[in-house]
């Protein structure tokens, strides 16, 4: 069975300062697709990034990137320029080729400090 | 509709009580998924549709859980003798088809249990 892991509770970064969150997983899969998602008090879950296993070229969407580490199975999540609108729990999530469901993380919930 | 719509967003039942929980997917979207969120924790998969039948149900932890899509659009999560370790955030997500990687998620339903 897939497992994913977020080893960080919390974490919390200054407004317009840099900020990583770490996530590995586990998985006897080649082929998958690895997410990142956001989710504010609202409780909806927004998609943040997503990374292709087959892709070497880490994923950028704007302010955030990723650091996706296939062998080490290691797929870390960039905020930079931390906006106080950033602040929300983190979701890494795993999801395989060949299925539909979402293999979630426990979260990290990121503090942005003004 | 724009989004993924979820009612009640809150709801208070007595221990032993009959709960449904409805989803409206996103418009056309064929794929559709339940996930139970526990305070907490991640989000765990409790069921995928794919139009009017359940392609995967293996997440439903026993049967006093059950869900119905009759008409391939909005779903319907049903819970028998609620327990109060049923109460957490019932999560609803759509896609456009299980191919899909991009899953759009409501804004839950909290089900506290009493």
């Given at each position: 069975?897939?497992?994913?892991?977020?080893?960080?509770?919390?974490?919390?970064?200054?407004?317009?300062?840099?900020?990583?969150?770490?996530?590995?997983?586990?998985?006897?899969?080649?082929?998958?697709?690895?997410?990142?998602?956001?989710?504010?008090?609202?409780?909806?879950?927004?998609?943040?990034?997503?990374?292709?296993?087959?892709?070497?070229?880490?994923?950028?969407e704007?302010?955030?990137?990723?650091?996706?580490?296939?062998?080490?199975?290691s797929?870390?999540?960039?905020?930079?320029?931390?906006?106080l609108?950033?602040?929300?729990?983190?979701?890494?999530?795993?999801?395989?080729?060949?299925?539909?469901?979402?293999?979630?993380?426990?979260?990290?919930?990121?503090?942005?400090n003004? | 509709?724009?989004?993924?719509?979820?009612?009640?967003?809150?709801?208070?039942?007595?221990?032993?009580?009959?709960?449904?929980?409805?989803?409206?997917?996103?418009?056309?979207?064929?794929?559709?998924?339940?996930?139970?969120?526990?305070?907490?924790?991640?989000?765990?998969?409790?069921?995928?549709?794919?139009?009017?039948g359940?392609?995967?149900?293996?997440?439903?932890?026993?049967?006093?859980?059950?869900?119905?899509?009759?008409?391939?659009?909005v779903?319907?999560?049903?819970?028998?003798?609620?327990?109060?370790?049923?109460?957490?955030?019932?999560l609803?997500?759509?896609?456009?088809?299980?191919?899909?990687?991009?899953?759009?998620?409501?804004?839950?339903?909290?089900?506290?249990?009493?």
């Amino acid at each position: 069975a897939q497992t994913v892991t977020q080893s960080q509770p919390e974490m919390s970064v200054q407004e317009a300062e840099t900020v990583t969150l770490s996530c590995t997983y586990d998985t006897s899969e080649s082929d998958y697709y690895l997410f990142w998602y956001k989710q504010p008090p609202s409780r909806q879950m927004i998609l943040v990034i997503r990374q292709e296993a087959y892709k070497q070229q880490n994923a950028t969407e704007n302010r955030f990137s990723v650091n996706f580490q296939k062998a080490a199975k290691s797929f870390s999540l960039k905020i930079s320029d931390s906006q106080l609108g950033d602040a929300a729990m983190y979701f890494c999530a795993y999801r395989r080729n060949s299925g539909s469901r979402l293999t979630f993380g426990e979260g990290t919930q990121l503090t942005v400090n003004p | 509709g724009a989004g993924v719509s979820q009612t009640p967003s809150n709801k208070v039942t007595e221990k032993g009580k009959y709960v449904e929980l409805r989803c409206d997917p996103i418009s056309g979207h064929t794929a559709l998924y339940w996930y139970r969120q526990s305070l907490g924790q991640g989000p765990e998969f409790l069921i995928y549709f794919q139009g009017t039948g359940a392609a995967d149900d293996s997440g439903l932890p026993n049967d006093r859980f059950f869900a119905v899509r009759p008409e391939g659009s909005v779903s319907t999560l049903k819970i028998q003798r609620t327990e109060r370790g049923d109460s957490a955030v019932y999560l609803c997500a759509s896609s456009i088809d299980s191919y899909n990687t991009e899953a759009f998620f409501g804004q839950g339903t909290r089900l506290t249990v009493v």
